[in-house]
């Protein structure tokens, strides 16, 4: 079975930049689309960017597009999110997660990811 690991969370000002990376082990990894996730309190988990199997087609949230940026590596085993330029309301935990299915176009919707990281905080102070 597959299991996740986030690293790279942390407090950063407005303005600043973080690389959030996922390390996946234990199962299948390259054959299936990956995604960040983040959910801030109070509020419901949403959709963040996803990234095809190939490394191919990202897709971003309205919200971050032009600011973050998702790749992976698929000989490691690794998923990146790289933001710049946050904001306070990108404060939030943010979670990796894996596509439940193999060589699929890509979901927003969170019911498609099976696997899922414990999650890294993110702080942006003003």
């Known amino acids: 079975q597959v299991q996740l690991v986030e690293s790279g969370g942390g407090l950063v000002q407005a303005g600043g930049s973080l690389r959030l990376s996922c390390t996946a082990s234990g199962g299948t990894f390259s054959s299936h689309n990956m995604g960040w996730f983040r959910q801030a309190p109070g509020k419901e988990r949403e959709f963040v960017a996803a990234?095809?199997?190939?490394?191919?087609?990202?897709v971003y949230a309205d919200s971050v597009k032009g600011r973050f940026t998702i790749s992976r590596d698929n000989a490691r085993n690794t998923v990146t999110l790289q933001m710049n330029v946050l904001k306070p309301e990108d404060t939030a935990v943010y979670y990796c997660?894996?596509?439940?299915?193999?060589?699929?176009?890509?979901?927003?919707?969170?019911?498609?990811?099976?696997?899922w990281g414990q999650g890294t905080q993110v702080t942006v102070s003003s």
């Open positions: 990234i095809n199997w190939s490394g191919s087609n990202p």
């Open positions: 997660a894996r596509d439940s299915r193999p060589y699929a176009g890509i979901a927003l919707t969170s019911y498609l990811y099976d696997v």
